[in-house]
């Protein structure tokens, strides 16, 4: 990317910024300098300081030390209205939506039309939103109900409602994590359009492949300091990979020789309903046997979701059958799909992998709560439960190491997936379905993710993989099935894969 288009006006500058939550050291004197007209990337480990860092700029915290300006005036935030009033938008990790209220009314809640004296006029804003959605590429159905709609949807709505606000400076955390490759490169165009017209992108990301197809530079964090800030044309993936984790990076991951048993979930002829009531799965026959990983690749919006659900009890199917081990499996309820042998990273962390306020270690062991050693004769054992978690937490390296007692809402979002693998892993089910294992982490805590998935594997297990980064499939599985329409329309092995052959049959092109 010719960096010489960057306009040399600065945005922001951060000076030593440093921000403490009690005894954590969030940021320790951590700098920024952003450019009009520049797509800057901050990479860093889960829990590095970058969104802290940016949740300061956007005034969801004060500094405890140090200085912000903004087009070279120095500025304290007391809240995000008064970043929207200098014209910084953010879009979060974890989404900012309200589950009942539709997709326009999400996006323009604050910023609503009106008709009359006191009437949002809600048929423009509808107009409004989807002229903006059809703009942009980020097409959503604007009358739906956000509680009803998948994580990529929901990403979709929350930059849509960052657009929708038009700031000058424009954040966005992860903002691709739940996005398509076809969607990620509409964005793609869509950040660099913003920056040629003079905007200021940040994007907060651990895809150092989509920092060096988008950013101009990009600043790295480490353990909440500043590493340093590089041209990205100057640097390698692998380069930026080492100085994010102080350490070599493997991008390849390593497996045993590949010697599939007997088959542990069998699905034949499943058919099911998307919210709306419509047949999402049309027929779905799927395979996954001892000691193979089986990644399903597929465009959001083909069923996924929905299999996934319905394979860890969480909605029903209309017809079909489903064994798992053997024992049937058809329609089952969580804890009976558990006692069977199946266990689950399910897509959304939050909403489905964890209870937020409960401890860290209560997450790492709550489905095996009531059993020895965490508990005996109907009383808990704490001192059993702390030691367990002490060594999850450092075996799976989750950050930071004396979080054992702290609510599961004060980690960073890939630390709190870091928990939820730790708990799935360890469970040692003879069926393991990850789907989006490793989305928002860094190239760190992905390498762990997906050595752990591997030597599950490589213990017989199955694992079924569905997952939207193709690059994760063609790493980790042995067996890819494709998914369109809500039926696998081809597959082939892992040996055999090919880029471009896989998107076209993800999008309802030539089968396998």
């Known amino acids: ?151 990529g949807m929901q990403q979709r709505v929350e930059i849509l409602k960052a657009l929708y606000r038009g700031a000058d400076i424009l954040i966005l955390d992860e903002p691709t994590a739940a996005l398509t490759p076809q969607e990620i490169t509409e964005l793609s165009s869509i950040l660099k359009g913003l920056a040629q017209e003079g905007k200021t992108v940040v994007i907060i990301t651990h895809k150092l492949k989509e920092i060096k197809a988008m950013a101009h530079r990009c600043t790295i964090m480490r353990q909440g300091k500043y590493v340093g800030t590089v041209d990205v044309n100057a640097v390698s993936t692998q380069d930026m990979a080492a100085m994010m984790v102080g350490r070599q990076v493997e991008f390849t991951t390593k497996k045993g020789p590949f010697r599939p048993g007997k088959d542990i979930l069998r699905i034949r002829g499943l058919h099911a309903r998307d919210y709306r009531g419509v047949e999402i799965l049309k027929g779905l026959d799927l395979s996954v046997r001892q000691g193979e990983i089986v990644g399903l690749a597929g465009i959001d919006g083909n069923g996924q979701t929905e299999l996934a659900e319905i394979l860890s009890g969480l909605r029903k199917a209309d017809s079909g059958s489903i064994t798992i081990c053997g024992a049937d499996a058809f329609n089952k309820t969580p804890d009976v799909l558990f006692s069977l042998g199946a266990s689950s990273i399910p897509e959304d962390r939050q909403k489905y992998g964890l209870i937020l306020d409960l401890s860290v270690s209560q997450n790492l062991v709550i489905q095996n709560i009531g059993k020895e050693p965490f508990s005996r004769r109907g009383r808990l054992c704490p001192k059993a439960i702390g030691a367990y978690a002490k060594e999850q937490i450092l075996q799976f390296d989750i950050r930071p190491q004396d979080c054992e007692n702290r609510p599961a809402r004060q980690l960073s979002g890939g630390n709190q997936q870091k928990i939820i693998v730790a708990r799935e892993v360890q469970n040692n089910k003879e069926l393991l379905i990850a789907v989006n294992p490793t989305r928002g982490l860094d190239v760190g805590a992905i390498e762990y993710v997906h050595r752990y998935l591997a030597a599950h594997r490589d213990q017989g297990k199955a694992v079924l993989l569905i997952s939207f980064e193709l690059d994760e499939i063609m790493d980790l599985a042995d067996t890819i099935q494709v998914i369109y329409d809500g039926k696998i329309t081809g597959g082939m092995s892992s040996d055999m894969a090919d880029e471009k052959q896989l998107g076209l049959m993800m999008a309802g092109g030539d089968q396998a």
């Open 1 to 151: 990317m010719d960096t010489s288009e960057v306009r040399n006006i600065p945005a922001v500058e951060m000076r030593d910024i440093t921000k403490v939550f009690g005894r954590v050291r969030a940021n320790d004197k951590a700098q920024l300098t952003l450019y009009a007209g520049e797509i800057h990337a901050i990479l860093g480990e889960n829990g590095a300081g970058k969104t802290t860092l940016m949740n300061i700029l956007y005034g969801l915290y004060q500094p405890s030390s140090g200085k912000i300006l903004v087009r070279g005036n120095q500025v304290r935030f007391s809240g995000p209205n008064d970043a929207i009033a200098a014209g910084i938008g953010m879009v979060h990790q974890h989404f900012m939506l309200i589950p009942p209220f539709s997709v326009v009314e999400n996006i323009i809640l604050g910023m609503e039309p009106l008709q009359g004296i006191g009437r949002i006029d809600i048929k423009t804003a509808a107009r409004q939103v989807e002229e903006l959605s059809r703009q942009y590429g980020l097409h959503v159905d604007v009358n739906a109900k956000i509680q009803n709609i998948s994580v």
